[in-house]
C-alpha cells in the first residue's frame, strides 16, 4: 500500500509531505484548494505525462516521491527482483520535472525507463477519476477482473504462454513454407558446398605443415650445395679450417710454456679444432645421407594448391576452411532434419494446439460460471447505490474464426443497459460520469477480495448523488478500506465522516505567492471539516451537533 507521498515544488505545493495507511481516507476542501495535486503527483510517480508548467513558479524542478509496502503484493516484488531493483519490502517511486520539461525516473534510487514506472505502478495502484476511469472502459480489464473473481489467473497465464508458443511455431512454419523453394535451392548450394569441403578433407593445421615441408622440399639443391661447401671448408679442403687451426697451434707450441695468455690462446685453438672437426663429420654424414624427394614436392604443392583454390573460392583464408565445413554440415543438418524442418514443425504445431485447447476449454468453463456470479454481485451493490434499474452484463463472446486468442477462447466485455427495455451496450457507450463512477465502485467492492491491486484512488466517484445513496457510497468505500487502502476526493460529508483517515486540504496566500497545504485531521477538526461541508461557511450550533452526529455514525459503520 501507499506509505508516504512527498511532493516538492509541484503545482501551488511548495512542499508537502503525506503519510497514509491502510483503510480509506478522504480528501476534502474548498474548490480550487489544490485537492487534485495528491492525485495529479500519483499520476506522476506512476508514470503519467509530464508538464512542465505544473513546476512551482520560481523553482527549478518539481519532486514526486511515492512510499509503498509491498510486503503483500507479490507481484510487484517479483518485477521488481526480476529487474534486480528490489530492496525488501519498501518500494520507491520518484520522479523528478525540470522547468524545461524534461523528467527522470528513479525506483528505489536506481534511474529507469519511464515505461517502469507504470508497469510497475499499475500493480500498485489504479486511479478512477470521474471523467476518465481508464482501466474500466478496456476489454483487458474487464477479463482480468473476472479472472481474479474466479481465482484463474494462473490458468490464465498458463493459456497466454502455450497460446506464445502456438503462436510462434505457426509464424515459423509459416515462413518455412513461403521460403520453401528458396530453402531447397539453399539446402542444394550447401550440400555441393559441403561435398567439395568433405572430398578435400583438410584437417586443423595441416596447411601451416604443408608449406613448412614444402619449404623444405623446394630448398633441397641450394641445402645439399652450401652442406657440401661448408663440409669441405671444414675438414675437407686443402686449405681447410682444421688444418689452419693446427697451424697455429704448431706454432705456438714452439714457444716457451710460462706465457699464462699464450696457454689460454693455445687452449682455445685446440677446442675450435675439435669443435670444427665434429661440424665437418656432421655435415659429411648430412650430404651423405640426404636424398631430395621431387615426386613428395609435386604432392605437397598440388594439395596446396587445392587449399588455395578452394579458399579463394569461398573468398576466406585458407586457414578458415575447416571452421567453414563444420558450419555448413550443422546449417545443412538444421535445414534437412533439424528442428526447424517443416514436418517437425507441423507436428510441433500440432501439440502446441492441443496443449493449448486443453486449457483454453477449462479456462472457458471457469469465466462463464464466474461471470454469472460476478453479475449477480454487482448487481446487489448497483441496487444499494440507487442504480436498481441498470442491468449489468459480462459478456462473453466467442471467437468466431476458431482460431487460438492469446487469452483464451472467447472475449469479455462489461456491457450495461442503463434503462429497462434498451440492450446492453459498452460502459464507454452508456454510462454517464456519475453513473460511471457508481458502476466503477460497485465492481471494486465485489472484486476487492480478489483484486492483485492493493490502493484505489476514486477522484469525485460521488458526483451528482446524495442523500442515502451518499451514505451508502461512504460505507462501501469503508469496506473497500478494509479489504486494502482506499483513497478518496470526495465532495460529500456522508462519505467523509466514514473514512479512516481524513486529509484537509487548504489554500493561503502571502504577498508574493500562493500555496497549498495539506493536513491530517483529529477526530475534533474532522468534525470541523464534516460541518463545513454540510453547511458552508457560515456553521450554526445545529450544523455542528449533525456534522458530530454524521461523523460518529460513519465511525461505527460496518458494510
Known sequence: MLTQLTVTNYAIAERVELHFRGGMTALTGETGA??????????????????????????????????????????????????????GDDCILRRSISRDGRSRAYIN???????????????????????????????????????????????????????QSWHRTRNLLAERRQNAEESEARVQLLRYQFEELDRLGLSAGEQQQLEHEQQQLSQADVMLQCSQQAALLCTEDDLN??????????????????????????????????????????????VE????????????????????????KHRIPPEELPALHQSLREELAAL???EGSIEQLEAELARHREHYDTLAHKLSGVRAGAARKLDQRIAAELTQLSMPAVQFVTHIHTRSDGEPGPHGLEELEFLVSANPGQPARPLSKVASGGELSRISLAIQVVAAQTSTTPTLVFDEVDVGIGGGTAEVVGRLLRSLGENGQVICVTHLPQVAAQ?????????????????????????????????????????????????????????????
Open 499 to 559: 473514512c479512516h483517515q481524513h486529509l484537509f486540504v487548504s489554500k493561503f496566500t502571502d504577498e508574493q505567492s500562493t500555496f497549498s497545504k495539506i493536513e491530517a485531521l483529529d477526530s475534533e477538526g474532522r468534525i470541523t471539516e464534516v460541518a463545513r461541508m454540510l453547511g458552508g461557511v457560515d456553521m450554526t450550533e445545529q450544523t455542528i451537533a449533525h456534522a458530530a452526529e454524521m461523523f460518529s455514525k460513519g465511525q461505527a459503520t460496518h458494510h
Open 109 to 163: 534510487g536506481q534511474p529507469c525507463p519511464l515505461n517502469h514506472l507504470k508497469v510497475l505502478g499499475g500493480m500498485l495502484m489504479d486511479i478512477h477519476s470521474q471523467h476518465q476511469h481508464q482501466s474500466l472502459l478496456r476489454k483487458d480489464t474487464h477479463r482480468k477482473l473476472v479472472d481474479e473473481f474466479a481465482g484463474a489467473t494462473a490458468l490464465a497465464h498458463d493459456t497466454h504462454q502455450a497460446w
Open 34 to 87: 489544490g485537492k487534485s495535486i495528491v492525485l495529479d503527483a500519483l499520476g506522476l510517480a506512476l508514470g503519467g505525462r509530464a508538464d512542465a508548467g505544473a513546476v512551482r513558479h520560481g523553482a527549478k524542478r518539481a519532486d514526486i516521491t511515492a512510499s509503498f509496502d509491498i510486503s503483500r503484493i507479490d507481484d510487484a516484488a517479483s518485477w521488481l527482483k526480476h529487474h534486480q531493483l528490489d530492496d
Open 241 to 286: 679450417a682444421a688444418s689452419l687451426i693446427r697451424q697455429a697451434i704448431n706454432q705456438l707450441e714452439q714457444l716457451p710454456s710460462g706465457v699464462a695468455a699464450l696457454a689460454d690462446a693455445r687452449q682455445m685453438l685446440s677446442e675450435a679444432e675439435i669443435q670444427i672437426n665434429e661440424a665437418g663429420n656432421t655435415l659429411r654424414h648430412f
Open 336 to 338: 534437412e532434419n533439424g
Open 289 to 312: 645421407d640426404y636424398e631430395a624427394d621431387p615426386a613428395r614436392l609435386a604432392e605437397v604443392e598440388a594439395r596446396l594448391s587445392q587449399i588455395y583454390q578452394l579458399a579463394r
